[in-house]
């Protein structure tokens, strides 16, 4: 269990006050936890080790640390900055091996930035772990579960059996969404030991309703747990107790940011674990005027 309450202005004026909680377990059926998670602002995050293959608990550690050592502790972060720690986690995990059992983790969360001196949050995502939002009573999902082949199977540009046959089938896309950050939000990540147990109306209810970041934490494994607990689960739970300046009444714009990001989980694949790829990440970003 983690637990932690911070304060931080950003070089802009931006100020926010954020509260975590953290919870993980091993589940009913696996042997060890392949889980792993950072809370320190500016990034909440979780890590889900690739079920099946080699070490996915020393490639999600991995991911934590390399995500840890490239942020500076306690300040706002930037695109660029962000974008770099991605990559560096996708290189360090490469390093740990190739072939068919390479190691290979998921990962999602956010981290704190400004945008025109106001506080946003930059949600990343790399397969599918999920970060949901409950702010200004909605309730939604932000990351998106997504992979290279999965997207070319949604399209219809390729069939189930067809993608079985493609070299980079488990070429995982990255994405940087950034969305303002209010008084009042609750952030939820987790692992699909979470989310593929437990409802994500259920998922809502608790987080609405428990007010305790703790308690909802505990309530969220425990409901994984009694839906059958097939995998790890690992929630963190971050809640904003602060921001300032506040966003007014909304108008929205869309900014493109491209970095490079390295993304692959290689199970089964020829290639290293994780291949570098460029992309233009979609930074959305609701600007808002009073």
Request: proline share 3%; glycine share 10%.
């Amino acid at each position: 269990m983690g637990k932690e309450c911070v304060e931080a202005v950003g070089p802009g004026g931006s100020r926010v006050v954020i509260a975590h909680a953290a919870r993980t377990d091993v589940g009913r059926r696996r042997t060890h936890n392949e889980d792993s998670w950072g809370a320190s602002f500016p990034t909440y995050f979780v890590a889900d080790g690739m079920g099946g293959n080699d070490a996915g608990d020393v490639a999600s550690r991995v991911v934590v640390d390399t995500m840890c050592d490239s942020l500076a502790p306690g300040e706002f972060t930037t695109p660029a900055l962000l974008s770099t720690a991605v990559s560096r986690a996708a290189l360090a995990v490469a390093d740990l091996g190739t072939g068919s059992r390479a190691p290979g983790s998921t990962l999602t969360g956010i981290a704190f930035q400004e945008y025109r001196g106001k506080p946003c949050a930059a949600v990343f995502n790399i397969g599918d772990s999920r970060t949901y939002l409950l702010s200004q009573g909605s309730f939604e999902q932000i990351s998106v579960d997504h992979s290279e082949v999965q997207e070319l199977i949604d399209a219809g540009y390729v069939t189930d059996v067809e993608a079985r046959a493609l070299p980079h089938r488990n070429t995982i896309t990255a994405d940087i969404f950034m969305v303002p950050v209010h008084r009042g939000d609750r952030w939820v990540i987790c692992s699909d030991g979470l989310s593929g147990e437990v409802t994500d109306a259920l998922i809502e209810m608790i987080v609405r309703h428990v007010k305790d970041r703790e308690q909802a934490a505990d309530e969220l494994i425990a409901q994984a747990l009694g839906a059958g607990g097939k995998d790890n689960i690992t929630v963190v739970i971050a809640d904003v107790l602060e921001a300032e300046p506040e966003w007014g009444q909304s108008s929205t714009g869309d900014e493109t940011v491209d970095n490079d990001v390295t993304v692959n989980t290689a199970e089964g694949a020829d290639s290293q674990p994780m291949e570098k790829q460029q992309l233009a990440d979609a930074t959305r970003v609701e600007e808002q005027h009073a």
